[in-house]
C-alpha cells in the first residue's frame, strides 16, 4: 500500500532562517506531488504541484521553492523566513492527472516563524 | 473558475444529534465534488467524493452528502453524531475536464463539535 510521510512535524523558526520540509511517497512510482499551505480559518491553497523530477510549477508568488530531487521526494525550501510565513504545511498525492482522483495527504508539518 | 462556500465556519451539535454542513458550488461547467475530514493536527483524509451515477453518496464513518445540481450543493449529513466526530471538514470542487488535482478548490472549511 503507500504511504506518505512528512517530517518535521512541527518546527519553530526565527525570522531570516531557512527551512527546508520534506515529504516522501512509498509504495507508487511517478506521483503528482502538492505542497498546501493551511491558515488559521482558511482552507487550503495550492502552492507547488509536480508531475514529475525537476518539474515543478507554482500556483501563487511567494517566499518559497520548490525542488523535486527524486521520483518520490518533494521538498519546500526557504532562505529567509518571514512571519507570514508560519502554518500547517501540508504535502499530498495523486496517482495521474485525472481530476477525478483523491488527493492522500500527509500528516502535515506545523511552522512557527518566531 | 469555480470557487466552493462552506456557510457555517463552526458547528455545536450534540451527541446524538443529527448534523448538516452546507457546501455550495459555483462553476459554468460540470464538476466533481468531494469532502475531506481533517482531525487535529492531521493531514485531510477522503470522506467521500462524488463523480457521477446517483446523488446520493455515501462515505465513511456513516456520512452521506447529496448532490443538488440546481441548486449547485453538496451539503454533507450524518443522522446521529459522535463524539469522535468532532474535526474540521472541508468541501472541495473540481471541474470534470481539468487536467489534474491542482485544479481543485478548496472550502475554508467547518469546524464540527460534537459536544456531551
Known amino acids: 500500500s503507500q504511504t506518505i510521510h512528512q517530517w518535521p512535524a512541527t518546527l519553530v523558526q526565527p525570522v531570516g532562517s531557512p527551512l527546508s520540509l520534506e515529504c516522501t511517497v512509498e509504495g507508487t512510482s511517478n506521483p503528482n506531488l502538492y505542497w498546501y499551505r493551511q491558515a488559521a480559518g482558511r482552507g487550503l491553497q495550492l502552492l507547488f504541484y509536480s508531475i514529475g523530477i525537476d518539474q515543478i510549477s507554482s500556483e501563487v508568488p511567494q517566499n518559497l521553492s520548490a525542488s523535486r530531487p527524486q521520483d518520490r521526494q518533494f521538498i519546500l525550501s526557504s532562505k529567509k523566513l518571514l512571519l507570514s510565513d508560519s502554518g500547517f504545511y501540508l504535502c499530498?498525492?495523486?496517482?495521474?492527472?485525472?481530476?477525478?482522483?483523491?488527493?492522500?495527504f500527509g500528516a502535515g508539518s506545523r511552522l512557527t516563524v518566531l | 473558475a469555480q470557487s466552493v462556500t462552506q456557510l457555517d465556519s463552526q458547528v455545536p451539535v450534540f451527541e446524538e444529534a443529527p448534523v448538516e454542513l452546507r457546501c455550495n458550488y459555483s462553476s459554468s461547467v460540470s464538476v466533481y465534488l468531494f469532502w475531506y475530514v481533517q482531525y487535529p493536527n492531521q493531514g485531510l483524509q477522503l470522506l467521500l467524493k462524488?463523480?457521477?451515477?446517483?446523488?446520493l453518496v455515501k462515505g465513511i464513518n456513516g456520512f452521506e452528502a447529496e448532490f443538488n445540481k440546481s441548486q449547485t450543493s453538496f451539503h454533507l449529513r450524518k443522522p446521529s453524531v459522535h463524539i469522535s466526530d468532532t474535526a474540521e471538514y472541508f468541501c472541495a470542487v473540481t471541474v470534470i475536464s481539468s487536467g489534474s488535482a491542482r485544479q481543485l478548490t478548496f472550502g475554508s472549511g467547518t469546524q464540527l463539535t460534537v459536544l456531551p
Open positions: 462524488y463523480l457521477s451515477g446517483s446523488t
Open positions: 499530498a498525492w495523486t496517482r495521474d492527472v485525472s481530476g477525478a482522483n483523491v488527493l492522500t
